[in-house]
């Protein structure tokens, strides 16, 4: 059984299943066709995946259905538009270099939902590619930050950012990005950025266990990695954590 993204549930003609077809996931990845969904049973995998095609990786309990890094480098890498990563416990990338991840993407309209991302270096590291959407996932006990993003117009919704040395960080090239309604809860730092003036990122309706009630979040940020310090502000931002438990 299969929960989509809208919670319906489905086994498609073109669905590939972990371990009964293929042992390894990488292995159903690299016999997938162009918009095939790989569905992965519970249990606890040891790998490292590249995904260099257009599918769904589509886990059957969020919480028994674990892709362990072995702190390998990467647990998955994306190369691909257009990837589905659902319903996965992700953890245990490298954790001696900047930029190893639960998930590293280089592409773009790709859908990370209802995960759990702990014990990395950083959780999800959008290095390139836009459009990417990010929600009801469950960050916690990440290295560096939780959610990294170095690249425009992608969605951060109804996440749990929780315990992580950092929420979110937008490198120079994010602009034109949504965090929206997500709860920021005993991070180190909870989110900064660094701007080149064209900052278009828009901040609205989190919840920030630090942050004075009914007053605006400040977040704090750089001018070209320079001196001069920028200020963005959630403006409205939640007086109580939202319940993220789907």
């Known amino acids: 059984m299969i929960q989509t993204i809208d919670g319906n549930t489905s086994l498609s003609a073109?669905?590939?299943v972990v371990p009964d077809d293929y042992e390894k996931i990488q292995e159903a990845i690299d016999n997938a066709r162009k918009g095939d969904t790989i569905f992965i049973k519970s249990g606890i995998y040891y790998e490292n995946l590249i995904i260099e095609i257009s599918i769904k990786l589509i886990g059957e309990d969020k919480n028994s259905t674990i892709i362990d890094g072995s702190q390998n480098g990467s647990v998955i890498?994306?190369?691909?538009?257009?990837?589905?990563?659902?319903?996965?416990?992700?953890?245990?990338s490298s954790k001696d270099t900047n930029g190893f991840s639960a998930i590293e993407s280089y592409?773009?309209?790709?859908?990370?939902?209802?995960?759990n991302i702990k014990?990395?270096?950083?959780?999800?590291?959008?290095?390139?590619g836009d459009n990417n959407t990010i929600m009801y996932n469950h960050f916690t006990n990440n290295q560096n930050e939780a959610i990294y993003i170095n690249s425009p117009y992608n969605t951060i919704y109804k996440n749990n950012i929780i315990g992580n040395n950092a929420g979110v960080y937008?490198?120079?090239?994010?602009?034109?990005?949504?965090?929206?309604?997500?709860n920021f809860i005993e991070n180190r730092r909870q989110a900064y950025f660094d701007s080149n003036l064209l900052d278009l990122n828009?901040?609205?309706?989190?919840?920030?266990?630090n942050c004075i009630p009914l007053f605006p979040k400040p977040i704090i940020g750089r001018i070209n990695f320079g001196s001069i310090i920028w200020i963005k502000f959630d403006w409205n931002p939640a007086t109580e954590p939202y319940d993220i438990s789907c």
């Open 14 to 16: 073109n669905t590939i």
């Open 77 to 92: 890498k994306i190369l691909k538009d257009f990837v589905f990563i659902n319903d996965l416990t992700i953890q245990n």
């Open 107 to 115: 592409s773009a309209d790709n859908y990370f939902v209802r995960n």
């Open 119 to 128: 014990d990395n270096m950083d959780g999800i590291n959008l290095k390139d």
């Open 170 to 182: 937008l490198n120079i090239n994010a602009t034109n990005n949504l965090i929206k309604q997500n």
């Open 202 to 209: 828009l901040w609205s309706g989190n919840y920030w266990d």
